[in-house]
């Protein structure tokens, strides 16, 4: 039943309606200005012996960097930080946060601490690759987990530890300068795609008059606007009619399987030429006999246990399946199924449809 069920929601994931028109905010965005990356390099305090140890140098030279700052001066080798973590943070400054917005931080460990649960970061500057900052860090992390230990080899640990998060943890002081291009903007595609592309353009312009959309490529659309459309107001609301606008999008065919999982993902445009199809397993049993061997009396031997490997090779008879030209997926799917192919021998199958040049898609493993 349980080979039957994942068959049948393979197929019938093959053969959902994937052309059914999307909103155009589902699969793009405008692009008024990029997201900047950003990251620094902190300090967790307050944590409960699970900071990182003394051979972790940096943290014990950040630390008293630190103390030397404040006026307060540390000899390095009386310092202990098993209450201090070394830490990387970071984020993202996306678009229209002006000075004073807050958002989001990851920190994560980069010494040898065993949690940073209950721990504050302390103040953390936050630049982009350049070294400019443009926000600062500070506040107590929430993990989402705990890591206990008895100190005598016991422990529990419930969801990862070295990693957390500070909501709102991150105050900007310098906003993304600039904005919308005057005249014109972008937007670009999640899944480059020249058909989609085409598409979005020619509902875009089939449903206002006043602009004028161009697909400059498989991933961006440029669209000019008229003067009265420039304005601030009349702006948004284009950008928000645009984005509820719906279309087709295309997909390419392509077979996603993950070997790990047993996960096979194919979509709906995938085909396979006329092909003969037989798979078929071998089972091999290895079988170990425990066989004691006593010596006779008064022979001074000894008692010796030995195994007897017993080895059968059991080859599985062949199910033969003939694929007809332009069959689709859904067709393999079902033959498959009628032969009780399992996950594990579809993924095989396809491996092997592709080396034959029968599989008329791009077949991608994870």
């Known amino acids: 039943m349980r080979k039957i069920a994942v068959l049948t929601l393979f197929l019938s994931l093959s053969l959902s309606a994937l052309s059914n028109q999307v909103r155009v905010k589902d699969i793009a965005k405008f692009q008024v200005e990029n997201s900047i ?90 630049a982009d690759a350049s070294g400019t900052v443009y926000a600062v860090g500070q506040g107590s992390i929430s993990i989402g987990g705990f890591n206990i230990s008895s100190g005598l080899g016991d422990q529990i640990i419930n969801n990862y530890t070295l990693v957390g998060r500070i909501p709102s943890g991150a105050v900007v002081e310098k906003g993304i300068e600039g904005g ?20 979005l353009a020619q509902a875009i312009n089939y449903n206002f008059m006043d602009i004028k959309a161009v697909a400059l490529n498989e991933a961006n659309i440029d669209i000019i606007m008229s003067k009265p459309r420039q304005e601030a107001g009349e702006l948004v609301k284009l950008m928000a009619q645009i984005e509820n606008l719906k279309i087709e999008p295309d997909t ?37 006999t425990p066989l004691v061997s006593q010596p006779e009396a008064f022979s001074q031997g000894r008692t010796v246990l030995t195994r007897e490997a017993e080895l059968t090779a ?10 007809e030209q332009q069959a689709n997926i859904g067709d393999l799917a079902v033959a498959l199924n009628d032969i009780g192919a399992t996950p594990r021998d579809i993924i095989a199958i396809f491996q092997a449809l592709k080396a034959a040049g029968a599989l008329r898609a791009e077949l991608v493993i994870l």
């Open 314 to 323: 059991e080859p599985e008879t062949a199910r033969i399946l003939h694929v």
């Open 37 to 126: 990356p950003l990251f620094g390099y902190g300090l967790v305090v307050g944590l409960d012996g699970t900071g990182d140890s003394k051979s972790t140098r940096f943290t014990t030279q950040s630390l008293v960097n630190m103390m030397e700052r404040l006026g307060v001066t540390v000899n390095p080798s009386q310092v202990k930080v098993k209450n201090v973590a070394a830490v990387m943070v970071t984020s993202e400054l996306t678009p229209f946060m002006t000075t004073g917005s807050k958002f989001d931080i990851t920190v994560s460990s980069l010494g040898d601490a065993s949690s940073l649960q209950g721990g504050t970061l302390l103040y953390t500057p936050l």
């Open 252 to 288: 390419p065919a392509r077979v996603v399987v993950n070997e790990k999982t047993g996960t096979i993902v194919a979509g709906e445009h995938v085909t396979i030429s006329s092909v003969m199809l037989a798979h078929g397993n071998l089972n091999i049993e290895i079988k170990a």
């Open 180 to 199: 919308a291009q005057t005249g014109s903007i972008k937007l670009n595609l999640q899944i480059p795609d020249y058909t989609t592309a085409n598409r």
